[in-house]
């Protein structure tokens, strides 16, 4: 809620009174501090292979709590460097200390990951077929980049913008993520490009069904570079190498060896890279504010917009009925 709208009402306690939005940084920080006091009554995984990653695991109150802190230090007038801190310390205990419940996966595997229930995966919202359990057809990133003989379209319904592709799956140099997350129209314009990211379908021939794997909340990719950018803000450029160059190496993709203010771009470049699809980056460009920079967005947004609330959804006005105290963001009115 707080990612959508900013600062919300906030209820800790059975309340039917209607009350006024509470900052959202108060907000995110009471959540971190129920985390903090909470996340070990929750094991590593689970016996039960039917379960794993669908119900909440340690990682996936660690992977939370590092994401909650990152939103605190993109938006806190404050020293960041404390949230930073917390945010590696979170993920060291998620790579160190996981008893070997979580690993990379070999990309072959893709279909596997993405069907869910994984070492990989540490919160997931199931999909399956056979169950009777789908997502609405147009709810599904699957839907708009997939096309025959994958999907009874001719072509897929978007495309993405060459340089930005080419920016993330460079055409010269290898990377795994190319050959099993895309065919050979990666750069197209013409509606022939796709992504097999997300590709488990069991369906009859000319259906016109979206693959059934889970919806991706929390993969263990994503606090690595969680853990990785936290490094880099800290300036402890190498620790940040290592960790980021763990995802790179498992895409068999050039290490990266950049210093700086370089390496922070080369660890948000892989984040959307390795999270492509999964519904990280616009939230990733807020919260860095790199929405407001052409560099990182062919759409950015003005200052005065960002400010304003511009990266937040609108409130209706039909919510003043049943709580006077309620505050419209002010960018959409």
């Given at each position: 809620?707080?990612?959508?709208?900013?600062?919300?009402?906030?209820?800790?306690?059975?309340?039917?009174?209607?009350?006024?939005?509470?900052?959202?940084?108060?907000?995110?920080?009471?959540?971190?501090a129920?985390?903090?006091?909470?996340?070990?009554?929750l094991?590593?995984?689970?016996?039960?292979?039917?379960?794993?990653?669908?119900?909440?695991?340690?990682?996936?109150?660690?992977?939370?709590?590092?994401?909650?802190?990152?939103?605190?230090?993109?938006?806190?007038?404050?020293?960041?460097?404390?949230?930073?801190?917390?945010?590696?310390?979170?993920?060291?205990?998620?790579?160190?200390?996981?008893?070997?419940?979580?690993?990379?996966?070999?990309?072959?595997?893709?279909?596997?990951?993405f069907?869910?229930?994984?070492?990989?995966?540490?919160?997931?919202?199931?999909?399956?077929?056979?169950?009777?359990?789908?997502?609405?057809?147009?709810?599904?990133?699957?839907?708009?980049?997939?096309?025959?003989?994958?999907?009874?379209?001719?072509?897929?319904?978007?495309?993405?913008?060459?340089?930005?592709?080419?920016?993330?799956?460079p055409?010269?140099g290898?990377?795994?993520?190319?050959t099993?997350?895309?065919?050979?129209?990666?750069?197209?314009?013409?509606?022939?490009?796709?992504?097999?990211?997300?590709?488990?379908?069991?369906?009859?021939?000319?259906?016109?069904?979206?693959?059934?794997d889970?919806?991706?909340?929390?993969?263990?990719?994503?606090?690595?570079?969680?853990?990785?950018?936290?490094?880099?803000?800290?300036?402890?450029?190498?620790?940040?190498?290592?960790?980021?160059?763990?995802?790179?190496?498992?895409?068999?993709?050039?290490?990266?060896?950049?210093?700086?203010?370089?390496?922070?771009?080369?660890?948000?470049?892989?984040?959307?890279?390795?999270?492509?699809?999964?519904?990280?980056?616009?939230?990733?460009?807020?919260?860095?504010?790199?929405?407001?920079?052409?560099?990182?967005?062919?759409?950015?947004?003005?200052?005065?917009?960002?400010?304003?609330?511009?990266?937040?959804?609108?409130?209706?006005?039909?919510?003043?009925?049943?709580?006077?105290?309620?505050?419209?963001?002010?960018?959409?009115?």
């Amino acid at each position: 809620m707080v990612r959508l709208f900013g600062d919300v009402p906030y209820y800790t306690d059975v309340n039917t009174d209607p009350l006024p939005r509470t900052n959202m940084i108060t907000v995110l920080k009471n959540l971190s501090a129920d985390l903090d006091a909470n996340y070990k009554n929750l094991p590593w995984t689970y016996d039960d292979p039917s379960v794993v990653a669908v119900k909440a695991m340690r990682g996936s109150a660690l992977a939370l709590n590092m994401h909650i802190n990152m939103w605190i230090a993109g938006f806190a007038n404050e020293d960041k460097a404390p949230y930073y801190e917390k945010v590696e310390l979170m993920g060291k205990e998620l790579m160190e200390q996981n008893d070997g419940a979580y690993q990379l996966l070999s990309l072959a595997k893709t279909k596997e990951i993405f069907k869910g229930r994984t070492k990989e995966g540490l919160f997931e919202i199931v999909q399956n077929f056979n169950y009777g359990e789908s997502f609405s057809l147009a709810a599904s990133f699957s839907d708009y980049v997939l096309r025959a003989p994958n999907k009874v379209t001719t072509n897929s319904y978007i495309y993405y913008d060459p340089k930005f592709m080419e920016q993330l799956y460079p055409s010269i140099g290898g990377d795994l993520r190319k050959t099993y997350w895309f065919d050979d129209h990666i750069y197209a314009t013409d509606g022939k490009f796709q992504c097999l990211k997300f590709l488990n379908v069991f369906m009859e021939e000319g259906e016109d069904n979206n693959p059934d794997d889970n919806q991706m909340i929390f993969r263990y990719s994503d606090p690595i570079l969680l853990r990785a950018e936290a490094l880099a803000e800290l300036n402890r450029d190498g620790e940040a190498r290592d960790v980021v160059n763990v995802i790179r190496n498992r895409a068999e993709a050039a290490i990266i060896t950049e210093s700086g203010d370089d390496l922070k771009d080369a660890i948000w470049w892989e984040r959307a890279r390795e999270l492509f699809g999964e519904g990280n980056f616009f939230y990733d460009l807020v919260r860095t504010k790199k929405v407001i920079n052409s560099k990182y967005t062919s759409a950015p947004m003005s200052v005065g917009a960002f400010n304003s609330g511009g990266w937040t959804w609108p409130i209706d006005k039909s919510a003043l009925n049943n709580n006077p105290y309620m505050r419209l963001n002010n960018y959409w009115n």
